[in-house]
């Protein structure tokens, strides 16, 4: 307990417990881990909120995310400056979304931002075909991922535009049955 | 950073926002806004939430607090950066703190609780989890080999749940007590190893054939003592075993039918949701949870694997060969196959009767000749599935039916393997529970102690039978010999050896236990050795000789082995069969198989991650699951049959077994009923089981069957309709999707005026399509019935136009209408029509009818295209006047009021012609919602209408190019119509195209000589007005000049004609989009396409009932202008005539699709 009030004052912790689907003792635990990525840089006192942050490389070295193919999209993601440099706050933010408690309407908006590398709204066929890439280790032909992707859109585009907008992507999703069940880390 | 400040500046804004949030009660559609507010500005709006507590008025203060606190509870499912979160969670804390201090506390000592609870579940969920045997194994070769070679394992999983249940019971019930309470060892005949045995009871050789102290012990029923009660407590053992016997059956029943209702009802969830099987793929493969480099290899493999299975899926959807060679094919495949069942079985058959004569001939049998039926009984089950295998390729079914196929072939293999071996089994203890019957009863005399004279008589019949006992035991002959031998060195007598031989060798309860347990074992070794050599020994090969061999080892002959999941599965199945056939005979044999199963799944699951590759077209297992479910039911009752065959007909062994002395299995019940339970019980007992009470009860349970299945039927059918209801929902789903995007295409590429039309069109349209499925019912109801409504009111209206001067009717008529100016020139012109005027006031008073039917069925279809309207107009001012021709025509009039049909055509397109006609209501319409824009939205409309109304002043007004080419195509389809009517006056539905197909020309009626234009107007003047009442007299005396010129107008003017235009031209079908886009074109002719695809789309989609249909046109909506130009050029170019014909054949469609 002393050492919690080191780090966060009560009033930060709670917030961070409302803000987020951890506990108290994960968000310490959190925050014990992003200190462990860059001790130098991490201050041990966050109760004057410290502005740090920490490098995408750095983060995307954890274990958790470390076999991930989508590492550097869900760190980039997370991060406001989209250049995937997070502070505590948005590291936070990530582990709560990908948690087990997080609803599936808010995994759903952030993974389909995962899933969109280009960043304009939308799930075109590049950002198919790089997902798919990096999914299968570009073990599939250029031929199969050309298939998938246009069958994927195909199934899922209900507009027309042969791209997936946020409407498309999230009544896909809804109906999977494991998507929640997988789209999870646990830290 | 900036937070501050645009915390400020979007305050009020978000404050919008959060209303518009609150309102929105589910938490999902919350999160969606939020998103999207999110994307649009979230920087903006950052906060704001907090703010408008404190500048909100005290009335809504509670209703404030109500708010903060919602956003409290649900901030951490808002897609907010933790910044902001943790801002506006700071400020709504401030504001909840400041009016209501105590709350928060209460609800953290909630929530403490609540995730208390979870925690606890979870905890309890992790240790439930753990107990479950080989789950990480199974995962590890789930992700390795994918969900078909782990369904594999969890069959075998679930499998071993059910024998360890099996186990329990028997050992518990009958094994345990025996070994407890029964006599020992050795203290009974029937546990005591026959002297002459003794010296051999314990070699290897009689072990290895279950004989010796195997032979007597509790694995065998002839172990079994026959007391009826035994240890201190009564336990009845006989009826124990009996009774277990039975419940093995039963909880098998019990357990299988259950996991397959269970499975089905998975199936089903599962099975409505087969749509995005490449998107799920995609984006819901990767476990995020992976955290370990192997996994995540296997993860990738898996889902390769998986998508590869999903476009093999594809794949095959579009393979296809040559009917005829595929037949063949397939013939030639299927008498291989029942070739190869038929020898298997004859093999097997021919073993059998090969190891009775050996036994008869020969004093004594080498290894390989004792245990010849079971080992070549294993080797086929090898083998011959190898062997269909490669006939099924042949075939070149689907995967996945050729799978089917294989399970289906395979298991009427083991079936009949199974089978030929009972069969010769049974047919062995007919002879051996025939013997002893004869024999028995002089035992039963003598007890042990055999005197010559009773022996004698036994002897004869046991001479008699003895060639064929002696034939058919295999195990036993060993013992015979042997034991004859010593019996013979000190009792001399030949009868005493043969009778004690035969009594306590004659058990064949024992014999078939013995039998099965033997298959069993020798199974067990040679799926060991198959493994080991198939799969290890090959691996190993491939792995390290791959590299000094001239071809690659790999991936050219021998390869890797596969795991094949079905044979697999089904060799668990047929296993799984051979223990409940040999279970009653042998108690022990569950918890042998439970021994197996453990031993299998380890050495499987080893030899499938180590020298197994993954089948390279894995497929869903989990759906067939029920599949290998139903064959192991299959297999269950199949098996059951043998078992209870053997129970009911034959006589138990005399002198060995629980059930000895009896004269059947069963009547340990009776017994047991009549000894044991109070007389009442077995009174009533009596009765329940004659056939006074039996044969009702059969009725009964047919009846009951019955009912079921008619239920079930029933059920299925309303399964059915609700699936297709869950399409068309789903399909309004897409269709609201549409509109969306269009009012989105819209707003951007329309002009100001356009915007808000267009969102007053899409509150009706998303309203229509919300209420469709039902909507597009009563629709269609609707038009069957208003047609017979129509005619009616006609009549009345016909009458009172007739009675009354027609003047007055068209005054009603107008009046309805708010411009009233048109009233004038109508007098004007009906006065010399006054004659034919009573038609004209049917027609008149169609189009009002009309005007109600729009009012009754909005969704009917147009409802969504309301804005759009105006466009209709022309295509069904023009089918008005083709009607009032046809009325003009006259004696159609009865006619056609007749057959409701066509008047249903005719009223599919009133509501837009009404609309068309009526140039109030639209305008009505529009001016209440906006009715500044009516104008600059539909110039063309009130053009027309104006020129319509007042004929001769608005066109003067107004006399821009574009009014005048109004008129010009009004007065066309004037022309048209009255060509219509000239040329097939009475066919509705023809007139009714052609004038549509004159609307598709209007261009033509642009380009007419000004003298025609004269003449348009003054007709146009008329159609307003009264629409066709005044107009079949008025144009009577002109149609031939009007489709003359009709015609020259169509032949000069073809090849000018731009695409909109065209769209009209273009068949009913397209009819609606193409009437959407006139007004765009009007305004901007080129810019529209996007737009009105969009648009039209939704219409079209409405139109058209059938949901595919709509989708394809979504997806093609711009090939289809492409193609409906071409179309259109077609038409054109055809004479009108056949033009004619081609609109009637394409009305009949829309009809259909209509009613």
């Known amino acids: 307990m002393g050492n919690k009030q080191t780090i966060f004052t009560d009033e930060q912790l709670d917030a961070y417990q409302d803000c987020t689907f951890f506990t108290r003792k994960e968000i310490l635990r959190l925050h014990s881990r992003y200190h462990e990525l860059a001790p130098h840089l991490v201050p041990m006192d966050y109760t004057n909120e410290p502005d740090c942050k920490l490098p995408l490389a750095l983060i995307v070295d954890m274990p958790e995310l470390k076999e991930n193919p989508f590492r550097n999209r869900i760190v980039e993601s997370f991060s406001e400056d989209g250049m995937g440099n997070l502070s505590f706050n948005e590291f936070v933010d990530m582990f709560s979304v990908l948690s087990e408690m997080a609803p599936r309407e808010l995994k759903a908006i952030y993974a389909f931002k995962i899933y969109d590398y280009n960043v304009d709204n939308y799930l075109c066929k590049e950002d198919l075909e790089k997902t798919l890439n990096k999914l299968t280790k570009e073990e599939l032909t250029p031929e199969e991922v050309e298939l998938v992707c246009e069958k994927a859109i195909e199934e899922a585009d209900l507009d027309g535009d042969s791209k997936l907008s946020y409407a498309d992507f999230e009544n896909m999703i809804t109906r999977a049955p494991d998507f929640l069940s997988t789209f999870h880390i646990r830290i | ?1155």
């Open chain 2, 1 to 1155: 950073m900036s937070s501050a400040s645009e915390l400020v500046v979007g305050s009020s804004r978000s404050l919008l926002a959060a209303k518009r949030h609150r309102t929105v009660r589910k938490n999902s559609r919350r999160i969606y806004s939020a998103y999207r507010d999110h994307q649009q500005g979230s920087s903006d709006e950052e906060g704001g939430d907090d703010k408008e507590v404190d500048s909100n008025d005290p009335e809504e203060m509670f209703q404030n607090i109500q708010y903060q606190k919602e956003i409290i509870a649900n901030i951490r499912s808002r897609p907010w950066p933790m910044r902001r979160k943790l801002k506006v969670l700071k400020q709504a804390r401030e504001i909840v703190l400041k009016y209501e201090g105590q709350l928060t506390r209460t609800r953290g000592y909630q929530t403490a609780g609540a995730d208390l609870l979870k925690k606890l579940y979870r905890v309890l969920y992790n240790i439930v989890v753990t107990f479950i045997p080989w789950e990480v194994r199974i995962k590890k070769i789930e992700s390795h080999f994918g969900s078909g070679v782990a369904s594999y394992f969890i069959f075998l999983r679930w499998l071993f749940g059910i024998n360890i249940v099996l186990t329990i019971m028997t050992g518990s019930f009958v094994v345990l007590p025996e070994l407890l309470a029964g006599a020992p060892f050795g203290t009974t005949r029937s546990k005591t190893i026959p002297k002459e045995h003794l010296a051999s009871a314990q070699d290897l050789d009689t072990i290895w054939s279950l004989g010796g102290y195997l032979q007597y012990s509790v694995l065998f029923y002839g172990y079994y003592g026959s007391v009826r009660k035994i240890g201190s407590a009564g336990y009845r053992l006989p009826l124990a075993y009996f009774l277990v016997g039975m419940a093995v059956f039963a909880y098998s029943f019990i357990i299988l039918l259950r996991k397959m209702a269970k499975n089905s009802r998975l199936s089903l969830v599962s099975a409505s949701d087969e749509n995005f099987t490449f998107c799920w793929r995609v984006f819901c493969a990767w476990d995020y949870l992976i955290g370990n480099p192997e996994a995540a290899e296997c993860k990738g493999a898996a889902i390769v694997n998986n998508i590869r299975e999903a476009i093999v899926e594809e794949q095959e959807k579009k393979k296809d060969t040559s009917l005829a060679v595929l037949i063949s094919l397939r013939i030639l495949a299927n008498i291989l196959v029942l070739l190869s069942l038929a020898g298997s079985i004859y093999i097997i058959y021919f073993v059998v009767d090969r190891s009775q004569k050996l036994e008869q001939e020969k004093p004594e049998l080498t290894l390989w000749e004792k245990n010849e039926v079971s080992v070549v009984v294993s080797l086929i089950t090898m083998i011959a599935p190898s062997a269909f295998e490669l006939v099924a390729q042949l075939e070149m079914y689907h995967p996945r039916t050729s799978l089917r196929f294989q399970l289906a072939r395979v298991l009427v293999l083991y079936l009949g393997n199974l089978y030929s071996l009972i069969i010769a089994l049974l047919d062995k203890v007919n002879s051996m529970s025939s013997t002893p019957h004869e024999s028995s009863s002089n035992w039963t005399n003598t007890s042990s102690t055999i005197s010559s004279l009773s022996a004698q008589v036994p002897r004869i019949s046991v001479s008699e039978h003895r060639n064929s006992t002696m034939a058919t035991i295999s195990t036993a002959i060993n013992f015979v010999h042997n034991r004859s031998s010593l019996v013979i060195a000190y009792n001399q007598t030949i009868p005493f050896e043969k009778n004690a031989r035969s009594q306590q060798d004659q058990c064949w309860e024992t014999y078939v236990g013995q039998e099965m347990l033997k298959l069993s074992i020798i199974d067990m070794i040679f799926t060991v050795a198959s493994i080991l050599l198939i799969d290890f020994i090959r691996g190993l090969v491939v792995r390290y000789l791959s590299d000094c061999c001239c071809w690659d080892l790999e991936s050219k002959f021998p390869e890797y082995g596969e795991f094949k999941i079905a044979e697999n599965v089904l060799h668990l199945i047929y296993n799984q069969g051979m223990i409940w056939m040999g279970a009653f005979f042998s108690p022990c044999l569950p918890a042998f198989n439970v021994l197996k199963l453990i031993g299998l799944m380890y050495l499987r699951s080893w030899a499938v991650l180590t020298c197994n590759v993954p089948h390279q077209q894995v497929f869903r297992a989990s759906r067939s699951n029920n599949f290998y479910l139903a064959m192991l039911l299959f297999m269950l009752f199949l098996c059951m049959l043998p078992t209870i065959f053997a129970i009911v007909r034959y006589r138990p062994s005399e002198h060995c077994g629980p059930f000895s002395g009896q004269e059947k299995i069963y009547d340990i019940i009776s017994d047991t009923v009549a000894s044991d339970f109070p007389l009442w019980f077995s009174k009533v007992m009596s009765y329940v089981t004659s056939p006074v009470v039996v044969l009702p009860a059969v009725l009964l349970l047919f009846m009951l069957i019955y009912y079921l299945q008619a239920i079930a039927r029933s059920l299925k059918f309303t399964n059915n309709q609700l699936r297709i209801q869950l399409q068309t929902e789903r399909t309004e789903d897409k269709k609201k999707v549409f509109q969306m995007a269009a009012a989105r295409l819209q707003t951007p590429e329309a002009s100001a005026d356009k915007n808000p039309d267009q969102q007053e069109s899409d509150i009706p349209s998303h309203e229509a399509s919300i209420h469709t499925s039902s909507s597009q019912q009563n629709g269609s109801v609707t038009n069957v019935q208003s047609p017979i409504n129509h005619s009616d009111s006609i009549r009345t209206i016909t009458q009172s136009a007739s009675g009354a001067d027609l003047n007055e009717g068209h005054v009603s008529e107008s009046v309805r209408r708010p411009a009233v100016i048109v009233l004038p020139k109508h007098q004007v012109e009906p006065l010399p029509n006054r004659p034919r005027h009573f038609i004209g006031g049917q027609s008149g008073s169609c189009r009002s009818k009309s005007c109600h039917h729009m009012a009754y069925n909005p969704p009917s279809g147009l409802s969504n295209a309301i804005h759009t309207d105006p466009l209709y107009r022309k295509t069904i001012r023009s089918l008005h006047p083709v009607e009032a021709a046809g009325i003009i025509a006259a004696q159609n009039y009865g006619g056609r009021r007749g057959p409701t049909t066509r008047y249903v055509i005719v009223n599919e397109h009133r509501p837009r012609r009404k609309l068309l006609c009526s140039a109030t209501r639209i305008p009505r319409h529009y001016l209440m919602e906006e009715p500044t824009e009516i104008l600059e939205l539909y110039p063309r409309n009130i053009k027309h209408y104006t020129p319509r109304t007042n004929p001769q002043h608005p066109p003067r007004s107004h006399t821009s190019q574009q009014l005048r080419k109004e008129e010009e195509e009004t007065g066309k389809d004037r022309k048209r119509t009255s060509l219509g009517k000239s040329l097939r006056p009475c066919s509705l539905p023809d007139h009714h195209q052609q004038a549509h197909f004159y609307i598709g020309e209007r261009l033509d009626s642009f380009r007419e000589s000004q003298r025609a234009r004269n003449e348009i107007q003054k007709d146009d003047e008329e159609e307003a007005g009264k629409e066709g009442v005044d107009w079949g007299d008025f144009n009577l005396p002109s149609p031939s000049q009007a489709s003359i010129k009709e015609k020259v107008c169509f032949h000069t003017q073809r090849h000018p004609v731009h695409s909109p235009r065209r769209q009209h031209q273009s068949p009913t079908r397209s009819r609606h989009m193409g009437s959407q886009l006139k007004p765009k074109l009007r305004g901007q002719l080129e810019t529209h396409l996007t737009e009105s695809d969009s648009a039209s789309i939704a219409s079209s989609s409405d139109q058209q009932n059938s949901s595919t249909d709509q989708y394809i046109q979504v997806i093609h909506s711009k090939e289809r202008h492409l193609g409906s130009d071409v179309r259109q050029e077609k038409v054109s170019k055809k004479k009108t005539k056949a033009n004619f014909d081609i609109n009637y054949t394409e009305s009949n469609d829309l009809i259909c699709s209509n009613v």
